[in-house]
Structures are given as structure tokens and as C-alpha cells.
């Protein structure tokens, strides 16, 4: 085994994550993992950000006309400051999102969103662009076809992207079990893999 294949999958105090498109109008019609899934895998992600104090951002589209809405298991970690609803396909064309990500100045992004072959995978790519080192996390993610959702995983690994578990992320941003914070981390990663989605 490889120094870089026993490297931790990120550093906590370097890392933002970034939920894009996981709402319940869109979410709904993941065909390749359950809404309740990738909604389950989402809360998560929250919940350890709180403990680890990484930021997260938000970005929402209109779905028919009606104002974005966060899946209801995001909503207590939602504020205006870290919510942007735009109207473009990329987030990072979105102006205020990439000037708010710029603002946290962390250099690591984990990602979670719906669909996986469209919006995840612009904001892999044109973060990678951007010199962010991106980490998919595919549990919390979701797309309309098996077929174009693993094409679009594997353009965003090749690009240089990690793809892998909510549980990996956790662990490595905490493997200390015995701390306090690490006790948390764990309980949060013992409540996801127990949920029976």
C-alpha cells in the first residue's frame, strides 16, 4: 500500500462542504440511489460539520417557478449567509457562492448533490479548475441514470476528484475514537450505517 493510498481523505480544519441541488423536488428523482438515502447521507455530513466547524455552503436552483427549498434534514444548518439560489447550471458561475466559498478559505471541498452526471459534476470539475481539492461524497449524492452518473464519476476521478464514503470522510477528520470530538464523529457515522435507507 501507497503513502497516498494510506493519507487521510481530508483535514477538517481545511475543509468545506458543499450541498448543491438536494431538494425535495429534485432529490425524489434519483434513480440511482433513494432520496431518503442520499437525504440520510446529507445529514450526516451536516451534522459533522457542525463538530468539526467546517463551513457549508448551500446552493439551490428554482424547481417550476417556485422559490429552492433544502431537504427538510438540511434546513437547521441553512441561513441566508450560506444559501444561494442562481440561476445558472455551474455554482461556481454563480457570483456570490464562489465569492462566499473564496471567503471561508479552506482549500479542500466535499460535495454531495443531485445529479450527479449535471450539478455535481460542474462543481467538481470547475473546482478542481480552481485549485480546491474536491471529495465526493457518494452517499449523499444521486443522479436520473445509473448510466450517466457513473460515466460522470468517473470523468470527475480522472480529473483528479476522491469519490468515496460518508464514513471514510468522518473517520478521517476525526479517527481519534477516544476524543470528545472524535466520540461524536463516531456516533454520527454509527447512526448513518444504521439507518435503514
Do not use: W
Amino acid at each position: 500500500m501507497s503513502h497516498a493510498d494510506r493519507m487521510a481523505t481530508l483535514e477538517a480544519a481545511d475543509t468545506a462542504i458543499v450541498f448543491a441541488d438536494l431538494q425535495p423536488a429534485l432529490v425524489h428523482k434519483s434513480r440511482t440511489h433513494s432520496g431518503e438515502a442520499i437525504a440520510a447521507g446529507a445529514e450526516a455530513l451536516a451534522r459533522a460539520a457542525d463538530v468539526l466547524a467546517c463551513p457549508m455552503l448551500f446552493s439551490l436552483v428554482g424547481v417550476d417557478g417556485k422559490p429552492a427549498q433544502h431537504l427538510p434534514e438540511l434546513a437547521a444548518h441553512a441561513r441566508q449567509a450560506n444559501s444561494f439560489t442562481r440561476t445558472v447550471a455551474r455554482p461556481f458561475d454563480d457570483a456570490d457562492f464562489a465569492t462566499a466559498l473564496t471567503a471561508t478559505g479552506r482549500g479542500t471541498l466535499v460535495i454531495a448533490g443531485y445529479s450527479s452526471e449535471a450539478v455535481l459534476q460542474y462543481l467538481a470539475l470547475d473546482g478542481i479548475a480552481r485549485g480546491y481539492r474536491i471529495v465526493v461524497a457518494i452517499e449523499a449524492c444521486g443522479g436520473r441514470s445509473a448510466r450517466a452518473e457513473a460515466a460522470a464519476l468517473r470523468r470527475i476521478e480522472r480529473a483528479g476528484a476522491i469519490v468515496t464514503s460518508v464514513a471514510d470522510i468522518l473517520q478521517s477528520a476525526e479517527p481519534d475514537m477516544a476524543s470528545p470530538r472524535g466520540q461524536s464523529i463516531f456516533g454520527i457515522v454509527h447512526d448513518f450505517m444504521g439507518k435503514d435507507v
